[in-house]
């Protein structure tokens, strides 16, 4: 709606100088009615030209692809499964108690005690790994929200995530100097997107730097395992331990803090996402090609299979890292595979310490 | 632009490959700026290098805010012949009184070009920039007149076509009142006839006063060429600025000695000594530009300046040589690769409508900008205030909740009934911009919209020891940013 220009004077109370009325104001809308578009009529499919004309849509990944919910009688029988067992397992325990009871009147109070603090450790786990599940699901909200504002260049929703992020890692000492810089620039007049980037750079971008250790340091753990591991066997739970650990210390980094459940299920995000993106790493699997069957292999087959194992973590830490970043990345942001195969031959010494694992 | 001739297209090679090989030692990069009259060059200007010099907040430009630069100073710039320009001074002019900020004001505008470098040391990134320049960049940024880009188009046209078409033109309206005088004087003069000194600057006059009605603020037009008409500088009274669109015939011939002809030969002469010069030394090695758009002015003015903004911008913009450089080309004919387009003044606005600004700007230039994407240069539209004298407040008025801004309106600033005297603070809403930009142009904003200039900001002066107070500003690093971020490497 159109609305007048207004002046009022600091010094006066803002209701004195009323200089339009309501009524006025709506006969300013009135005004607008020579528009050239009776817009009622018709119904407009969304098209690229509904965005602001300088907003250029940043090439992003695809979605992770959502599971499909299918196994109504998978789930039928799982549950009724479990529901069978826990019975089982109540039954066991009560006939149990009961026994150590028969048997001595203190057995059965430790025996009561132990299944107690079991229980509560029980209960513990599964709160933490449903926590779990909802701080990834947090940090994938979090990514719709800011890639939104980002393209739409909202400033009010950049704001938001952007509080949201600060209630991420502001129990973390590490981010002390990333959520200072950002609040130093908070009642700035900031566009949505530069917003958004702004906290990519301040927070996230030192987070990126460790996660880059963090995959390297995997990837060759990875390459020189399986080059000495003696037996295949051995070596495809090596790798399979070794990832899913990579998965997890991602997540932590970044604030997402999954549990054990958490990972499997990010697991099965990253797996679905390469999935996804494999048919665009055409250039990867060049490189593996001649890593793996070429000069390397020519040295030793096994050094080989150890050096496509090694890019293969590579390329499951990126795809995670797509997964566990709280912001996309932006296009200048987003690290390449041949940059981490970069990193793995340097020999600069990486830590894992430095990063925590809860 | 099509090159005026052979000649024009090697004197710019030559320029620019001396370009080149001093770049080779240390990088520099012009940066043109300009605008039309009023937008808010020379303002930009100063506080582009007062937070550059100064290192203030910008969290937007990376460099910067990544701690690369190390320092950034000015030098003496590298061509001898132009005027300096005059940084203290303007700062001066705005920052008034040191302290109590007594008499700050606007600077005045831009009536010729002048220059500045600005060196900025930095940690470089890459391996020849390490081991070559060891991290130098100069700045060199040059301040024109936007005025002087409408006259490159009078390259390529003879004297009879801009004739014909400056006549058509003032019978436009809101031109056609303003050129009255000129026009009943000129349709008595008979240009075949010998010519008379008197007629000539008679006619220069009034096309002159012509001229300078269309700018006032009322009507506020652009595109008001030739450009040095109205900025004369030294040239004033010259027979170079003493010629006049006749009322010619089409395909009459000018008779030797004639009206015709000394007007056909001083119009020439202006095109060859006024014209080509800028074009080839200044305006053909420019590597960045940005051109400063007033489109709250010409809101202000109603639509008929909207769409004279609009003509005026697209011919200045058809002058720009513009596109992705390859090797060869910047080493011969180098492009601007890289437009800013910036709305200024965008503090006189709410930040929430700023976006809204920027539509509307991105159709005023719209015709430019498709050539811009065209031939691959980068673009980018932006609404800024490189020196914000406002601040924003949420006022309860009638019921709803307006978005306003408070600052000193300037003396005689009018709003309402409400005339301000230049020192009182007062919160203005100035009415709320389209959603759709095209509005702008059809009239449907009559009286809707009225945005008041504001005195500049009150800058406390630094204490002992502490660095310099920054000039506040909105967008200004993204500006930046877009315009120098990436020779940071």
């Known amino acids: ?358 | 632009m099509k090159l005026s001739g052979l000649t024009d297209g090697t004197r710019i090679a030559l320029g620019n490959v001396g370009d080149f090989a001093s770049d080779l030692v240390t990088p520099s990069l012009r940066l043109g700026v300009t605008g039309l009259s009023r937008a808010g060059k020379t303002v930009f200007i100063t506080s582009l290098v007062h937070n550059l010099i100064h290192q203030s907040r910008l969290p937007l430009f990376t460099p910067h805010a990544k701690g690369h630069i190390k320092r950034a100073y000015l030098e003496p710039q590298p061509d001898d012949d132009l005027p300096r320009f005059a940084y203290e001074q303007h700062l001066k002019t705005l920052t008034g009184q040191a302290g109590t900020g007594e008499n700050r004001q606007w600077p005045h505008s831009t009536r010729r070009l002048s220059q500045l470098r600005v060196t900025i040391e930095y940690t470089p990134q890459g391996f020849f920039a390490r081991n070559i320049h060891g991290g130098k960049l100069h700045i060199d940024i040059i301040d024109y007149p936007g005025e002087w880009l409408l006259d490159l188009p009078l390259l390529n046209q003879s004297y009879e076509q801009w004739s014909a078409a400056t006549i058509k033109a003032s019978t436009i309206a809101p031109r056609d009142k303003l050129a009255k005088d000129w026009r009943s004087f000129t349709e008595k003069l008979q240009p075949e006839e010998a010519a008379n000194e008197a007629d000539a600057v008679k006619a220069a006059q009034l096309f002159t006063d012509y001229l300078a009605s269309c700018r006032d603020d009322q009507y506020a037009l652009s595109s008001l060429p030739p450009g040095r008409f109205l900025m004369p500088g030294d040239l004033e009274g010259s027979p170079l600025l003493t010629f006049a669109p006749l009322a010619l015939e089409a395909a009459s011939t000018a008779p030797s000695g004639s009206l015709h002809a000394m007007m056909q030969r001083r119009y020439a002469s202006y095109v060859d000594h006024i014209v080509r010069p800028f074009y080839v030394n200044h305006f053909a090695r420019l590597d960045r530009q940005i051109v400063l758009v007033d489109a709250l002015s010409a809101l202000n003015a109603g639509p008929q300046a909207i769409a004279d903004l609009k003509n005026a911008l697209s011919d200045i913009l058809a002058s720009f040589r513009q596109g992705e450089n390859s090797i060869l080309s910047s080493i011969f004919a180098k492009r601007i690769d890289k437009v800013l387009f910036a709305a200024t003044k965008a503090d006189m606005l709410h930040h929430e409508t700023h976006d809204r600004l920027e539509n509307i700007l991105s159709l005023i230039i719209e015709d430019a900008a498709t050539r811009a994407k065209t031939t691959g240069a980068g673009f980018d539209v932006s609404a800024i205030a490189a020196l914000r004298a406002t601040r924003e407040a949420t006022i309860e008025h009638g019921g709803e909740k307006l978005a306003c801004i408070t600052g000193i309106p300037a003396k005689g600033e009018v709003i309402g009934s409400d005339t301000f005297d230049g020192n009182t603070q007062a919160a203005i809403f100035p009415g709320d911009l389209p959603e759709d930009p095209a509005d702008a142009l059809d009239g449907s904003l009559t009286d809707a919209l009225h945005f008041v200039r504001f005195r500049p900001p009150v800058i406390k002066p630094a204490k002992p020891l502490q660095p310099a107070p920054a000039l506040p500003h909105i967008r200004l690093d993204r500006a930046m940013q877009f315009l120098l971020g990436d020779y940071f490497q």
């Open chain 1, 1 to 358: 709606m159109t609305r007048k220009p207004v002046a009022f004077r600091i010094e006066e109370k803002p209701e004195k100088p009323a200089k339009v009325s309501p009524s006025k104001a709506r006969k300013t809308t009135a005004k607008r009615k020579p528009r050239a578009i009776p817009a009622a009529d018709i119904t407009l499919e969304p098209e690229n030209f509904d965005l602001p004309p300088e907003t250029t849509l940043p090439a992003t990944t695809p979605e992770p692809q959502k599971v499909v919910k299918t196994m109504r009688w998978g789930a039928l029988f799982l549950s009724a499964f479990t529901g069978l067992v826990m019975l089982w397992a109540s039954v066991t325990f009560i006939k149990l108690i009961e026994d150590l009871f028969a048997r001595s009147e203190i057995l059965g109070w430790f025996g009561t005690g132990l299944l107690a603090l079991a229980g509560l450790a029980a209960l513990a786990i599964i709160l933490r790994e449903i926590l779990g599940i909802f701080s990834l699901r947090k940090i994938s909200n979090l990514q719709d929200q800011a890639q939104t504002a980002r393209t739409s260049n909202d400033q009010k929703l950049a704001k938001k995530v952007i509080s949201k992020l600060r209630s991420v890692y502001s129990d973390r000492h590490d981010m002390t100097w990333g959520l200072a810089a950002l609040q130093d620039h908070e009642t700035d007049i900031i566009d949505g997107r530069d917003r958004i980037n702004l906290a990519e750079r301040d927070l996230l971008q030192p987070l990126d730097e460790q996660a880059g250790q963090i995959i390297a340091a995997t990837s060759r753990k990875v390459t020189l395992l399986t080059a000495i591991t003696p037996a295949a066997i051995l070596d495809i739970l090596f790798v399979a331990a070794q990832n899913m650990k990579m998965l997890r210390q991602l997540a932590n980094l970044y604030g997402g803090r999954p549990g054990a459940i958490g990972t499997f299920k990010l697991a099965g995000m990253v797996a679905s996402h390469l999935a996804v993106t494999g048919g665009l790493a055409l250039t990867d699997s060049l490189v593996q090609q001649i890593i793996g069957k070429g000069l390397l292999g020519r040295l030793s087959a096994r050094f080989g299979e150890g050096a496509v194992n090694g890019i293969l973590t590579s390329r499951i830490g990126l795809a995670a890292l797509d997964l566990t970043r709280p912001i996309p990345f932006s296009p200048e942001m987003k690290p390449d595979l041949a940059e981490f195969l970069k990193n793995i031959v340097s020999f600069r010494q990486t830590t894992d310490e430095n990063v925590k694992s809860s």
